[in-house]
């Protein structure tokens, strides 16, 4: 297998997708891209989030702060980077404390959603479909 050629002092590695964010090396990251992509929404109500996605990061501090996307592209080209959002030494009790408002907003977001189709169509502005 022939491996990527990388910049000195960077590393290739797999990070998992899961609910509450991408996962490697025990912390959570996140990004503006896979917020907005609804990577950490599950298809079907009562279904697991679940995938890989290839990462660099910088050698020097493990876990890394930050995280590279390999495979995805921002805008004008940008590599996107996915920054740490919880340290695997956390509380159980903060843990679940931080799943538990991350739920409430995703709740929240999916609620809000609708409201906007309701909102357009009381104006007049509904979304027309083709015939």
Same mark, same amino acid.
């Given at each position: 297998m022939? #491996?990527?050629? %990388?910049? /000195?002092?960077?590393?290739?590695?797999?990070? /998992? %997708?899961?609910?509450?964010?991408?996962?490697f090396a025990g912390c959570y990251y996140s990004c /503006? %891209?896979?917020?907005?992509?609804?990577?950490f929404v599950p298809r079907r109500e009562g279904e697991l989030v679940d995938g890989k996605?290839?990462?660099?990061y910088k050698e020097?501090?493990? &876990? &890394? #702060?930050?995280?590279e996307l390999v495979s995805a592209e921002g805008l004008n080209g940008e590599p996107v980077i996915a920054r740490r959002l919880l340290h695997a030494s956390m509380e159980e009790s903060d843990r679940l404390a931080y799943q538990e408002q991350f739920q409430a907003l995703l709740a929240a977001w999916k609620l809000k959603r609708p409201r906007r189709r309701r909102r357009a169509a009381a104006h007049g502005t509904a979304l027309l479909r083709p015939e």
């Open positions: 022939i #491996e990527p050629i %990388l910049p /000195s002092r960077t590393r290739a590695a797999v990070a /998992s %997708l899961a609910q509450e964010g991408i996962v /503006s %891209l896979a917020i907005r992509a609804g990577w996605l290839a990462v660099t020097g501090c493990y &876990p &890394p #702060e930050e995280l």
